[in-house]
């Protein structure tokens, strides 16, 4: 059974800190997302990373996906009250139809 | 443009009632379909998907079937619902194998 982990599972930040939040796994994934996740709203895409060792940016977010394609980060420069909310990773394997969710880390960013 | 749709936003049901959830995709054709249920604050699990018509694969075994009926429609039941079913469910689509993902707003049931 596949598993993503997911850490820190809770982050309370002030505004204009940097974190990182993490997703691993002990599975190989040939593509992996991103999403974040407002309160009683359906998970919204961020970003979707296929190539080991691949770095994406949007705005203040930065996608890493690890080399070997088991494991990746999401760091966020300069946190805003807007990037509150549940990031969630999920990744997919070749030939399957579907997504395996992480666990989630909560982010709370403090005015 | 494609759009999700999932209804209703809220239940509230009691133990051994059934269930219906209804997710309606527009704008795209032959789309796979999830359906995923949400605990409180945390990851999801996938319940349910289809690649076509009355094609679904079950993840996990539980209380809960899901249909196919329309190319677009995607329906989540139950017979008779149990405490444990009280969660978040969220259906989603996508056009392919590992493409993007889009969800729907999602269920909040609560059953009492």
């Known amino acids: 059974t596949q598993l993503l982990e997911q850490s820190p599972q809770f982050l309370s930040i002030q505004e204009g800190e940097n974190l990182t939040v993490y997703c691993n796994s002990s599975?190989?994934?040939?593509?992996l997302q991103w999403y974040r996740q407002e309160p009683g709203e359906g998970p919204v895409l961020l970003v979707t990373?296929?190539?080991?060792?691949e770095v994406k940016k949007l705005k203040r977010l930065t996608f890493q996906f690890g080399d070997a394609r088991k494991d990746s980060s999401l760091h966020i420069t300069a946190a805003q009250p807007g990037d509150t909310g549940l990031y969630l990773c999920?990744?997919?394997?070749?030939?399957?139809?579907?997504?395996?969710f992480g666990t989630g880390t909560r982010l709370k960013v403090l005015a | 443009s494609q759009t999700i749709h999932q209804w209703p936003a809220t239940l509230v049901q009691p133990v051994g009632s059934p269930l219906s959830l209804e997710c309606t995709v527009e704008?795209?054709?032959?789309?796979?379909l999830y359906w995923y249920r949400q605990a409180a604050g945390r990851g999801l699990q996938l319940l349910f998907y289809?690649?076509?018509?009355?094609?679904i694969s079950s993840e996990v075994p539980q209380n809960l079937s899901a249909s196919r009926p329309q190319d677009r429609q995607f329906i989540l039941s139950s017979k008779k619902l149990l405490l444990s079913d009280s969660g978040f469910y969220l259906c989603?689509?996508?056009?392919?194998?590992?493409?993007?993902?889009?969800f729907g707003s999602g269920t909040r049931l609560t059953v009492v």
């Open positions: 990373v296929v190539t080991g060792g």
């Open positions: 289809s690649v076509g018509i009355g094609q």
């Open positions: 999920a990744g997919a394997s070749a030939g399957t139809y579907k997504y395996i």
């Open positions: 704008g795209t054709s032959n789309p796979n």
């Open positions: 599975s190989v994934f040939s593509s």
């Open positions: 989603a689509w996508s056009e392919g194998p590992m493409r993007d993902y889009t």
